[in-house]
Each structure stands twice: as structure tokens, then as C-alpha cells.
């Protein structure tokens, strides 16, 4: 097993070992924040896409039968 040598007073999180990539690299914040920017960005380009979709007439046509027949007893 690999012994954890480290000066006193070092964070576990800055050891080196070999062939890791050095501390800043392996940071992590803002990730999150960063995922959510990525799936709000998605969200709003497949609403852009939906929208368009619903504005053709022939969806709008579809979707007017649909109500009507749902609608009359």
C-alpha cells in the first residue's frame, strides 16, 4: 500500500500522486452550476423547436380536430 506522506498542514486534497493532474485541474466547483446552464440552454432550444412545430397548420389543424372531438358529447 502507498503510505500518505504529506507536510503538516497540507490538505488531504493537494496531495500529488502520479499521474494525476495537478490540484486546480481537478477542481470541481461551479460544475453544477455549469450542468444546469447546459440543460437550461437544451430546454430552451427544444421549446424554440416545439413552438415552431405548433405553429404550423397542419399541428394546429390536428390539434383543433382533437379539442373538437374531445369537446362534443
Known amino acids: 500500500m502507498e503510505e500518505d506522506v504529506r507536510p ?6 493537494a496531495r500529488r500522486r502520479p499521474g494525476r ?6 477542481d470541481d466547483r461551479g460544475s453544477a452550476t455549469a450542468e444546469y446552464a447546459v440543460v437550461i ?10 413552438v415552431a412545430v ?3 397548420g397542419e399541428v394546429q389543424a390536428i390539434l ?3 379539442v373538437r ?5
Open 8 to 13: 503538516v498542514g497540507e490538505p488531504a486534497a
Open 21 to 26: 493532474l495537478p490540484g486546480r485541474l481537478l
Open 41 to 50: 440552454l437544451a430546454a430552451v432550444a427544444f421549446a424554440g423547436v416545439l
Open 54 to 56: 405548433m405553429r404550423s
Open 64 to 66: 383543433t380536430e382533437l
Open 69 to 73: 372531438s374531445a369537446l362534443t358529447p
